[in-house]
């Protein structure tokens, strides 16, 4: 179990400019799911996957974002013109699973984006 | 509306002594509660999972109660230690695919 990679760490770009972030389950996970952190919140739910469907959206992930799992594997998070209110951290998890049962999630350690 | 209920203040205890931290909810029912800690800078990490049809459960110094009936949860860490120093979220599963989050309490321990 080498844990859930999120690549990069930290992200500095300016207002306007397109992000994109990448999150690496673990492997044998089928289950994604991207969080928004700000400071003093807790995570906010963005998106979910199981395998390559992409089963919810929030409505928290406006028309500027875009999440993609190509072939159930890596995920990849866009922001599109990006504006300061976007400055977040940036959490993925993963967790094993089918159907309707439940497992715990496992998260990254975070891509935190700073927009300036 | 539906909300989660953190202490947003911090709570600060002597090494050795039982840490108490509070979760409660309103308007959900979860069917699974979990503890979650937070280091700086770094993603939550899972400590237990509770079940709704389950009133308490145990993990080395770790307890969690769960009332349905208050819709509260209690994190006890007994024997506290600086190293336990931490943000803890709670968090509820209500059905389909979201975890929920509350916005979590910091625990400070002092040697």
């Known amino acids: 179990d080498t844990g859930v990679s999120q690549d990069p760490r930290h992200k500095i770009t300016k207002r306007g400019q397109n992000v994109t972030f990448r999150c690496d389950p673990i492997?044998?996970?089928?289950?994604l799911y991207w969080y928004r952190q700000t400071l003093g919140q807790g995570p906010e739910f963005l998106t979910y996957f199981q395998n390559e469907a992409q089963l919810e959206k929030s409505r928290l992930l406006s028309d500027r974002f875009s999440a993609e799992r190509p072939k159930g594997s890596f995920s990849t998070l866009e922001i599109q013109r990006t504006e300061q209110g976007d400055s977040a951290m940036y959490l993925c998890a993963s967790s094993p699973g089918q159907g309707e049962t439940y497992s715990p999630l496992h998260f990254g350690n975070g891509t935190r984006l700073t927009v300036t | 509306s539906q909300k989660i209920e953190q202490n947003s203040e911090a709570l600060n205890i002597q090494e050795g002594k039982t840490a108490t931290l509070t979760c409660n909810y309103t308007n959900y029912s979860p069917a699974y509660l979990q503890w979650y800690r937070q280091d700086p800078g770094r993603g939550p990490v899972f400590l237990l999972l509770i079940r709704e049809n389950e009133k308490e459960k145990r993990k080395e110094r770790l307890k969690v109660t769960f009332d349905t009936t208050l819709k509260q949860s209690l994190f006890h860490i007994t024997a506290s230690q600086p190293a336990d120093s931490a943000t803890y979220l709670c968090a509820l599963h209500t059905g389909g695919f979201k975890t929920i989050f509350g916005a979590g309490t910091r625990l400070f321990v002092k040697a």
């Open positions: 492997s044998e996970h089928n289950r």
